[in-house]
């Protein structure tokens, strides 16, 4: 770990990763209760936040990741960060002329722009991190993101209670802008030159050609799958589990979502500091067994310790697997093919997860809240074959292990 905070991509990468988790909260909370007093507590105005957040990644993220391939990363970071800071200028401008309608733009152009920035991350990394310090770099960066799981709420709610929707948008331009200068001092990133007649279309199939090619990438894109879609069956009925298993009120729920969100800091922490070290083909499996035990006794459970246990592990275990399946998607992908990669496992892992969800509640009205939890840990334990199935050269463990 010493030696990681040594690397300046990976500082300055984190650095500006810290000002747009921030500004990613305020903007979340202070959007959403300036909706929410404009539109006199409508659900759909709510709900439509989502779908301008979330459509893009369906929309934009294979795109995104293939021109991540194509493009200068660095100039790409740099360039949507300045873009998110100029975009959300406009909009302040609207909402100053009394148009609060175009906060839901502001939202789709964070989402727009994420796409395309986060892959460029990942060829940064494949780049200028060695490759037995991924896995710690990528612990550190799912650690911070779930570490403003638990503040970020509260923080935006803060700052937009403080200062109000104005001085929200202010403060994201400023984050947003102080990103991009951070990421001026990345090195210079310099491609190789592409042949000459390739088209994004035709690079987008190249992509899924070499993933095709590529039987651990298949497996562990499936394994997102899994682990999505059985998260997204259970993620809209947590409220039920605390209300009528638990007999808790609804507003208790928060308390669950931040033991969740720090096993997920102590579960992405421990991936970085011991996923080099260990066999991945094992511990994946045994993880994958882990969280579908702990969501079956979650769900049977009628004791609100035992219940608030399993909410900890099942943080720790899906960041736990999120870091060390993720740095192993970096380690064994090609640098010329890591953007394309990315931008096709997580629009998989998000599609599962939003079939879930959209199936929840008639699953449950069809056949009760224990029944679907079951359902859901079944469905992820089906994840532990395809996991014992993954092959890892020898000598990259080797090379790992080395490192250490």
Do not use: C
Request: no cysteine; charged share 10%; hydrophobic share 55%.
């Amino acid at each position: 770990m010493k030696d990681l905070w040594k690397n300046k991509v990976f500082v300055l990468v984190a650095s500006a990763d810290l000002m747009q988790q921030i500004g990613i909260w305020v903007r979340n909370m202070a959007l959403l209760f300036y909706v929410i007093e404009h539109t006199g507590n409508d659900p759909v105005a709510v709900s439509l936040l989502n779908v301008f957040e979330y459509a893009p990644i369906f929309v934009f993220s294979l795109i995104g990741g293939t021109l991540a391939d194509r493009w200068n990363p660095k100039r790409t970071m740099i360039t949507g960060d300045a873009l998110s800071a100029v975009s959300i200028a406009v909009i302040l401008a609207f909402v100053l002329a009394g148009w609060w309608q175009a906060v839901f733009v502001a939202t789709a152009v964070s989402a727009i722009v994420s796409q395309f920035s986060q892959p460029s991350s990942a060829v940064m990394f494949k780049r200028h991190v060695p490759e037995a310090l991924i896995p710690a770099a990528t612990g550190v960066t799912q650690s911070m993101m779930a570490l403003f799981t638990i503040v970020g709420p509260m923080l935006g709610t803060v700052i937009y209670t403080w200062a109000g929707v104005e001085s929200s948008l202010v403060l994201l331009i400023v984050l947003f802008a102080l990103s991009a200068l951070i990421q001026l001092a990345l090195p210079t990133y310099k491609r190789e030159p592409r042949p000459a007649g390739g088209s994004v279309w035709k690079e987008m199939k190249a992509g899924w050609a070499y993933m095709r090619g590529q039987r651990n990438l298949l497996l562990i894109t499936f394994s997102f799958a899994l682990i999505g879609l059985g998260a997204g069956l259970i993620q809209p009925l947590d409220v039920f589990l605390i209300t009528e298993r638990l007999h808790l009120d609804k507003e208790d729920l928060q308390w669950f979502y931040a033991l969740g969100g720090i096993g997920m800091l102590i579960g992405g922490g421990a991936a970085a500091a011991f996923g080099r070290k260990v066999n991945l083909r094992l511990v994946v499996a045994a993880g994958f067994t882990f969280l579908a035990v702990s969501v079956a006794v979650e769900a049977m459970s009628i004791w609100t310790g035992l219940t608030a246990s399993m909410r900890f592990l099942v943080g720790a275990a899906m960041a736990f697997l999120q870091v060390v399946l993720g740095a192993a998607l970096v380690s064994m992908v090609e640098e010329d093919y890591i953007g394309r990669v990315s931008g096709t496992s997580t629009p998989v892992m998000m599609a599962a997860m939003i079939v879930g969800t959209a199936s929840s509640g008639f699953l449950m009205k069809a056949m009760t809240l224990v029944p679907t939890y079951l359902l859901a840990s079944a469905i992820v334990l089906l994840s532990v074959p395809v996991a014992l199935q993954l092959r890892f050269p020898a000598r990259a463990a080797t090379k790992t292990d080395a490192g250490g």
